[in-house]
């Protein structure tokens, strides 16, 4: 028996006397400790002995193995069992982490074939491949470019006219799905009509061009003269309209003295020829001195009043059915009235005086014809021939048309 530890801090005196007082001492049976007196232990620095035992000497036989079983050693090992109870258990690990491109589809993966190649259905970020992802999947499409390009339609085909993609980055416009010329889109998936060269009804002309001055106009209708177009090397001109008193006259031929047309705030008079002492010369002023004509005369001092005659007689000194014509409006009829000033008019014409003979008669006077009366108001001051009906007339529609045997046929005036 080893002595508690503790036991080893008691002075040894008081230690001793208390195992000898106890070693000494009989105990009765009735003794509650349960302690018996026929066996007495002897405790000495703690060192505990048994009757019969000599402490620290062994005096067994070893060779007899009865002698003392309690002392040998059991050897309770199995020599059957031949189980390793040692813990092997290697707690590394070594599992190798998901990644892409290990040939396992593994979360946030839309697919993983274990290569690098981009021309297949799965990239090398293990995303699904698709058209517009800029990588040609092989045997499936012919071009990739993110979008659509000159050379590549945006479902990732080879552009072609005719496969019912307009693609605008290649020039089409438009493309009905075939190669067919006459349906609207051409086979080169242009828009067919007037100007795409093409000569289709209802077009007269197609030159494939907005150029107004050649033969076809961009309406694709011939050029003409009247068009308001001026056709390069045929027309001198093309105002649009038919008027020949302005600087355009018949045949987009521009204005000229001695083109027969009284050319307005330019001409006096244009008689067509080349005679310089008729009444009308050569630079189209009126020669109306001391003759009428039946051009149209200027009556010196008004503003663009002119008069003609229907025919002169009398060595040109008698206009017969006279017409008046003011700014650009003609069919003047002057009528017998109170303010008819003859010897005025006789020298607004060039001519000294006036002979004092007129005639009246009968004389139409429809629209655009109009009756007139001589004043010296309404457009200007000075005396000039008016419109019959209200007065003003100046470049201004006559208003009155019930003429009816009082309309001037014949007047005479003097060199």
Same mark, same amino acid.
């Given at each position: 028996m080893r002595l508690d530890p503790r036991l080893? &801090?008691? !002075?040894?005196?008081?230690?001793?006397l208390t195992l000898a007082c106890n070693a000494g001492e009989g105990r009765d049976t009735d003794d509650p400790t349960g302690l018996s007196n026929a066996s007495t232990t002897t405790t000495t620095m703690g060192t505990t002995t048994s009757p019969g035992t000599t402490m620290g000497t062994d005096d067994t036989d070893d060779s007899d193995p009865s002698s003392d079983s309690s002392s040998a050693p059991t050897d309770t090992t199995d020599p059957t069992d031949t189980t390793d109870t040692t813990d092997t258990t290697d707690t590394t690990d070594t599992t190798t982490p998901p990644s892409c491109g290990d040939g396992v589809v593994d979360d946030g993966e839309e697919c993983d074939d274990g290569n690098a190649d981009n021309a297949d259905d799965c990239l090398d970020s293990c995303v699904a491949a698709s058209c517009g992802d800029l990588f040609v999947q092989a045997g499936v499409e012919d071009c990739d470019e993110g979008a659509e390009t000159a050379t590549c339609d945006v479902d990732c085909t080879a552009v072609e006219c005719g496969d019912a993609l307009q693609n605008a980055a290649a020039g089409e416009v438009c493309d009905d799905g075939n190669t067919e010329d006459g349906d609207g889109c051409s086979a080169a998936?242009?828009?067919?009509?007037?100007?795409?060269g093409q000569v289709q009804a209802p077009e007269e002309c197609d030159d494939g061009n907005a150029d107004n001055t050649d033969d076809c106009l961009d309406s694709c209708v011939a050029a003409s003269c009247g068009d308001g177009n001026v056709q390069a090397g045929v027309e001198e001109c093309d105002d649009g309209n038919a008027d020949n008193t302005d600087g355009c006259v018949d045949g987009c031929v521009a204005a000229t003295c001695g083109d027969g047309f009284v050319q307005a705030g330019v001409e006096e008079c244009d008689d067509g020829n080349n005679v310089d002492n008729d009444a009308c010369s050569n630079?189209?002023?009126?020669?109306?001195?001391?003759?009428?004509?039946?051009?149209?005369?200027?009556? =010196?001092?008004?503003?663009?009043?002119?008069?003609?005659?229907?025919?002169?007689?009398?060595?040109?000194?008698?206009?017969?059915? !006279?017409?008046?014509?003011?700014?650009?409006?003609?069919?003047?009829?002057?009528?017998?009235?109170?303010?008819?000033?003859? !010897?005025?008019?006789? =020298? =607004?014409?060039?001519? &000294?005086?006036?002979?004092?003979?007129? &005639?009246y008669g009968n004389r139409p006077c429809l629209a655009p014809q109009g009756g007139l009366f001589g004043c010296t108001s309404y457009d200007e001051n000075t005396w000039h021939w008016c419109d019959w009906q209200d007065g003003d007339w100046y470049n201004e529609q006559l208003d009155w048309h019930n003429c009816g045997g009082t309309e001037i046929t014949s007047i005479t005036c003097t060199p």
């Open positions: 080893a &801090s008691l !002075p040894l005196l008081a230690l001793g998936c242009t828009l067919e009509g007037c100007g795409d630079t189209c002023k009126a020669g109306c001195g001391a003759v009428f004509s039946t051009n149209w005369c200027l009556q =010196q001092g008004t503003m663009m009043q002119y008069t003609r005659c229907q025919s002169v007689t009398n060595g040109g000194n008698t206009c017969n059915n !006279p017409e008046i014509k003011y700014g650009n409006i003609e069919g003047g009829i002057p009528r017998q009235h109170g303010g008819n000033q003859f !010897p005025t008019w006789c =020298q =607004q014409l060039g001519f &000294s005086n006036w002979s004092g003979q007129v &005639s």
